[in-house]
T-cell receptor, first 115, second 113 residues
């Protein structure tokens, strides 16, 4: 079945620690990849996206992600997390070259940053 | 731009009652999506529309759920009759073909008692 998998369900880090959240997808062909963040009690906000070109994508708030086609992965990274990064993070995928297809989400990873 | 606007923000209703959730997409966006978020099942795509036409409703849980998009600026998700297991946060999102991504509304938190 087509799916998006996030390896870590709950991550706890101290401030200034480095972050890497895993994301793998099981679709073949062209994919568009996204990371969204959901702060407590709020809606989803787009962190970054990959459609084509440079596989290393930089997003807002110091986040970046690398698309590795051979590994079907799109891991999210941040060199130094802050307490304000405490949130839930979702990887998502659409198929094909259009941005109007189904956006399928992973299960989400809850990040807790300790001050 | 005011973003994707959903109403109401919170809804508490009794089992068996009809519930209607509303969404106004971003002007110019031609695709609209309804998602449901629960602790157990995460984010589930219920249905999506392109140019006001339902494209895929395979995620709609059962016949009690229905969605409409009568025009490019308005969509509704209706649950009739509602059940406690429908309690969740329902998000609407819109997009325009291209590289802008999907913009989500603030969600409607539905509680069915």
């Amino acid at each position: 079945a087509q799916s998006v998998s996030q390896h870590n369900h709950h991550v706890i880090l101290s401030e200034a620690a480095s972050l890497e959240l895993g994301c793998n997808y099981s679709y073949g062909g062209t994919v568009n990849l996204f990371w969204y963040v959901q702060y407590p009690g709020q809606h989803l906000q787009l962190l970054l996206k990959y459609f084509s070109g440079d596989p290393l994508v930089k997003g807002i708030k110091g986040f970046e992600a690398e698309f590795i086609k051979s590994k079907f992965s799109f891991n999210l990274r941040k060199p130094s997390v802050q307490w304000s990064d405490t949130a839930e993070y979702f990887c998502a995928v659409t198929r094909g070259s259009s941005n109007t297809g189904k956006l399928i989400f992973g299960q989400g990873t809850t990040l807790q940053v300790k001050p | 731009d005011a973003g994707v606007i959903q109403s109401p923000r919170h809804e508490v209703t009794e089992m068996g009652q009809e519930v209607t959730l509303r969404c106004k997409p971003i002007s110019g966006h031609n695709s609209l999506f309804w998602y449901r978020q629960t602790m157990m099942r995460g984010l589930e795509l219920l249905i999506y529309f392109n140019n006001n036409v339902p494209i895929d409703d395979s995620g709609m849980p059962e016949d009690r759920f229905s969605a409409k998009m009568p025009n490019a600026s308005f969509s509704t998700l209706k649950i009739q009759p509602s059940e406690p297991r429908d309690s969740a946060v329902y998000f609407c999102a819109s997009s325009f073909g291209g590289s802008d991504g999907y913009t989500f509304g603030s969600g409607t938190r539905l509680t069915v008692v």
